[in-house]
């Protein structure tokens, strides 16, 4: 059993600690008063409560987790897609629609105002867009109630500190500096460039409290996903209420989402570097210039997929001219830094600064470069036990392994028709997607679960523009897109069977279902529900405040650090 497993759910294991052995049954575990019980589960769905180190470590050993896929959640899965294949099959679903339809009409009518309801063109328009107001004003109470305690509970984390101390000194002073300890200023451990926690900063500099810059953070990064939202539908000449409408609970749905709070680089860069992906054949230029800014001021490692991405165009096109001119595009934005790094970087040279960004790059633990494996194939399965990959739910495993390639899957299958709405995107993208992805399992040793997020977002965000832009025409992919994005819920695990029950319903059950404005009501009712719950069941609880004296008289200094770290 992976000790790292084990950890995750117990907790820490002291070094003098002797694991039981049990003989038989007879045997019985000493309590603990210091240790918080745990419900845990095996495949077979046999529960146990455990109140000690000692007990806990002994049936997680025997494959006992807290969110264990059990036999009964198949056994739920196989039984929902038979009936729903049973009941088409005999023709109920077809019967009940005309059932519905015959009340409908009685109630309504006009049947177009329902038909049309998510297109805003009715005759009822007021009436629609105060209800467009009314779910907008819900869908913020929500997410302020669920990022309110999200940010009250986590943990401090190193990364966060960082990000805010060297982010808070670029915007009043120029100086990219969050302290000695992590090697001055514009320091190449620095990762999370500027673009990261705008929000963090604004939060910070008017209350000095950590816990609400952690909420202006994921405001700065639920705005910067409306602007491209209501970009890309202006350019494709589209209404954007419901991309609106979803757009903080999509970043709900993705892996590890509290990045955003603690205002790391994956989230806001990979916004900026996929919607410059679908503004590439409109405004080439434009695109180029996000790209360039989604990996200088967001992740450098945002170059490897750009990389493939414009690989594959430019192997297409063959023009020297245009990709001379898209390399100058691309740079210009590293003048000005350059220039401030020429200035501030401690040797004031900018071949040091990019040697050490050269070397920082190859010899960081993700990169896989530095592994001491000589073969890693030959030993792919240690790596993957030693790395975070062992601490991962199955859960996590499929929406973070299987989803993507069931994506990849289906977009190969509509690359006409999203290269007729979009221009020759499709393959491009799809190689992009694969570099990250294969590097991630591949390369990278430490499999961070907050990396995924580099083509995590790139799915949720191509697929909700999918199905926005009612590109994809088969009912089947259709389902199978809004069903990989059902899957990235989090809160309620235990309702995507039925979210997905009943997303086959509303695409199956009518036989004249030729667009998907029903399917794009249902999604946002049923983020609504899968948000509203936890929120109801948890009430509203005061946020924690989270100053600290030391850190509001100098952010970057030691007694800050220390102090921050300290916290709990």
Sequence with gaps: M??????KICGPIPDNFIKAEPKDSSYVFTNDPNFNPLNLYDFFGRGATVNSLEECFYYVELGFEQNKFTIFDLLQTIGVLFFAYFFIKVGVFEKLFKLLSKIKSKIFENLKYIDNYFEFNSINKSFVSTLFLLLLLLKGFLSFEIVKNKSSLIPPFIDEYITLAS????????????????GGNYSPNITSGIISAVGKVVGWELTKDFVIS????????????????FILSKVYKSNSYFLILVSSFTVFLIPWWQGSLYGIGEIPSTIVFVNSIFLFNKYRKTSIILFSFSILFGKTLLFLPFFFFYLVHFL????????????????????????????????????????DQLNFILGHQTSGLNSRNTSFFSNFYQTLLESEFGYWNTYEKIRVIIIPLIFLQFIYLNRKL?????????????????????????????????????????????????????????????FVFASCLIYYIDNQKNLIAYFVLIIFFVIFLNSKFHNIDLLKATLVTLLFIEFLIPVNNRGVQETNSFEIQECVQKIDSDNCRIEYLNRK
């Design 2 to 7: 992976n000790q790292h497993l084990i950890e």
């Design 167 to 182: 982010n808070v000194n670029f915007f009043k002073t120029l100086d990219f500096n969050a302290g000695n300890f992590i």
């Design 214 to 229: 952690r909420y202006f953070n994921f405001l700065w990064i639920v705005m910067l996903q409306i602007l491209f939202f």
């Design 316 to 355: 297409k096109e063959r023009t020297i001219t245009k990709s001379f001119q898209d390399i100058i595009l691309f740079l210009s934005p590293s003048i000005p830094w350059l220039y401030l790094v020429k200035f501030k970087y401690p040797t004031n040279s900018v071949k040091d600064y990019l040697v």
């Design 418 to 478: 999203i290269d007729q709405f979009f221009g020759y995107i499709t393959i491009p993208l799809m190689t992009s997607f694969i570099s990250i992805y294969l590097w991630f399992f591949i390369i990278n040793t430490t499999k961070w679960i907050r990396h995924s997020q580099h083509y995590t977002i790139v799915l949720i965000i191509t697929i909700l523009y999918l199905l926005n832009f009612k590109i994809i025409k088969n009912r089947i992919h259709i």
